[in-house]
């Protein structure tokens, strides 16, 4: 059974700082591409981050210089660094495991506030 769990959301000040982490087990973690994603009430869930299997990253551009993902292939965890937060930053934030042919897994979801 596969399992992704976040942890590491919170209540933060604007200009502040959390680090999102999500614990994967029953999949061939390194084999996977690894992102993170948020949903912000009344939106779509967009692409924050992605880390691929092949060691690529990329960022979607209202977070680049501010976020930075990374993963841990021998401890199966992927983790996000997010740094001078803003407002807009507020949303429920999903870690995600995705391959070619297998489909898509994603975690619950946690809370991340960022208070003006």
């Known amino acids: 059974q596969v399992q992704l769990v976040e942890s590491g959301g919170g209540l933060v000040q604007a200009g502040g700082s959390l680090r999102l982490s999500c614990a994967c087990s029953g999949l061939a973690f390194r084999t996977y591409n690894m992102g993170w994603y948020r949903q912000a009430p009344g939106k779509q869930r967009e692409l924050v981050a992605v880390f691929t299997s092949g060691g690529r990253t990329s960022y979607a551009d209202s977070v680049k210089g501010r976020f930075t993902i990374s993963r841990d292939n021998a401890k199966n965890t992927v983790t996000l660094q997010m740094n001078s937060l803003k407002p807009e930053d507020t949303a429920v934030y999903y870690c995600?495991?995705?391959?070619?042919?297998?489909?898509?897994?994603w975690g619950q979801g946690t809370q991340v506030t960022v208070s003006s």
């Open positions: 995600n495991a995705g391959r070619v042919g297998t489909g898509f897994y």
